[in-house]
């Protein structure tokens, strides 16, 4: 069983930035699975915002691209988000699982809020 934890939410104004962290904990070999960062925020379906390959290939919906940024780092069987110019519509609750697969459990996710 694979274990998601989510971590660097918070409060931050509209055009600040934030820097998401996820890892993954359980018997699996992390490099070969692709991870995607999900948002979802009250009253919408969940939402891919970005997704890396395990040869690190990156994909962006058009509202986050040349905004955020995923990256990985298998070492630590870790995914990261750098979330830029950062605007409120991107208030969510911000999770990590896998991408073009099957999915592990969802992890608490972590609270990202952008407000003046």
């Known amino acids: 069983q694979v274990q998601l934890v989510e971590s660097g939410g918070g409060l931050v104004q509209p055009g600040g930035s934030l820097r998401l962290a996820c890892t993954a904990s359980?018997?699996?070999?992390?490099?070969?699975?692709?991870m995607g960062w999900y948002r979802q925020s009250p009253g919408k379906q969940r939402e891919v915002v970005a997704d890396?390959?395990?040869?690190?290939?990156?994909n962006y919906p058009d509202f986050v691209k040349g905004r955020f940024s995923i990256f990985r780092d298998n070492d630590k069987n870790s995914v990261y988000l750098q979330m830029n110019s950062l605007k409120p519509e991107d208030t969510a609750v911000y999770y990590c699982?896998?991408?073009?697969?099957?999915?592990?459990?969802w992890g608490q996710g972590t609270q990202v809020t952008v407000s003046s």
């Open positions: 890396i390959t395990p040869g690190r290939h990156t």
């Open positions: 359980g018997r699996i070999t992390f490099s070969k699975y692709g």
């Open positions: 699982n896998v991408a073009g697969g099957k999915l592990w459990d």
